[in-house]
């Protein structure tokens, strides 16, 4: 059995990318990071999951460096922007380099515990609005880590290309549960509903035909 480090938000995607890892059979390091994000929540969940399955797993404190990632509205005051992805108002949303900074972690951790893989939730729906979950940003840095080390270790993406909607639906296949899963930006008791991801979350499950377990504000797609 390979191990293998999991790049694990507490989100739907990475919840699903946790479970195909474990399907997959690796034993399975699942690594959480608090990088001042305002839906510290999601964290939470992380835990409460990884503790239920009985798989390692760390939440990494780097919120030292949200001064160097500032004029996000995930890590600031900023307003939180409302609506679709494709829409321009969302890169404030972007958190500069966060995901370059989160892999190389990832790839850290691995090599020190003999992984020779980091799985990471980039998706399709993720390509307009976010440049480092874009293919050509993970094929530089899967690049990057086979010669970083002394050992090669692989970035896998399996959602790389996939929507959010087809994520969903293979999670429903392995059996997954999403009420164990948090994405709203906001990070209230109940979700927004109207921020990016909450309305890319709200679709997935319309393509689904089914309702989101999770409790909303408003479930109306903007």
């Known amino acids: 059995m390979s191990k293998v480090v999991v790049i694990y938000s507490g989100g739907m995607d990475s919840f699903t990318l946790l479970h195909k890892a474990i399907k997959d059979g690796h034993e399975v390091h699942a690594l959480s990071f608090n990088y001042g994000q305002r839906h510290v929540k999601e964290l939470q969940?992380?835990?409460?999951v990884t503790a239920e399955l009985g798989?390692?797993?760390e939440v990494v404190d780097i919120s030292a460096i949200q001064s160097l990632i500032a004029n996000s509205a995930l890590t600031s005051d900023i307003a939180m922007p409302e609506g679709h992805y494709q829409e321009n108002n969302m890169k404030q949303t972007v958190v500069p380099n966060r995901n370059m900074i989160l892999l190389s972690l990832a790839i850290g951790k691995a090599v020190s515990i003999g992984a020779?893989?980091?799985?990471y939730g980039a998706h399709g729906g993720d390509h307009a609005i976010y440049p480092d979950c874009r293919p050509e940003f993970v094929k530089a840095m899967n690049a990057v880590s086979q010669v970083a080390n002394y050992e090669p270790v692989s970035i896998e993406s399996p959602y790389l290309m996939a929507t959010k909607g087809e994520i969903l639906t293979d999670g429903l296949k392995m059996g997954l549960s999403y009420e164990q899963t948090w994405t709203c930006y906001q990070g209230g008791e109940a979700a927004c509903g109207r921020c990016g991801a909450c309305q890319e979350r709200l679709e997935a499950f319309r393509e689904n035909q089914l309702?989101?377990?999770?409790?909303?504000?408003?479930r109306e797609i903007l």
Do not use: F, G, R, S
């Open 45 to 48: 969940v992380a835990a409460k």
């Open 55 to 57: 798989i390692a797993h």
């Open 116 to 119: 020779d893989k980091v799985y």
């Open 211 to 218: 309702e989101d377990p999770l409790p909303y504000l408003t």
